[in-house]
């Protein structure tokens, strides 16, 4: 394997982890879906080491609440005479 062959399999390798659908990864970077396909198991089964067969890309993130808190101590979002 030379050096642009292997580039384009590193290129590919991050597609996949990036979530681009395997047929479009292939069609971008010339190779078959069937020399794809080890690598987006491979891809798969880390995801499924570290999120414990949860996706990262399966959360939705819309409901998310922030907390203003600052490192003063300072809580500026209570009034003064709940404190």
């Not at 384009?8 to 597609?15: C, L, V």
């Not at 010339?30 to 990262?56: F, M």
């Amino acid at each position: 394997m030379n050096n642009s062959e292997k580039a384009r399999y590193d290129a590919a390798k991050r597609m996949l982890k990036g979530k681009i659908d395997i047929e479009e990864v292939a069609m971008m970077m010339n190779l078959t879906v069937e020399e794809l396909k080890p690598i987006k198991e491979e891809i798969d089964e880390e995801v499924r080491k570290v999120y414990g067969n949860v996706d990262a890309y399966d959360f939705d993130m819309k409901q998310v609440l922030f907390d203003n808190f600052n490192d003063t101590g300072e809580d500026n979002d209570i009034p003064d005479e709940e404190k």
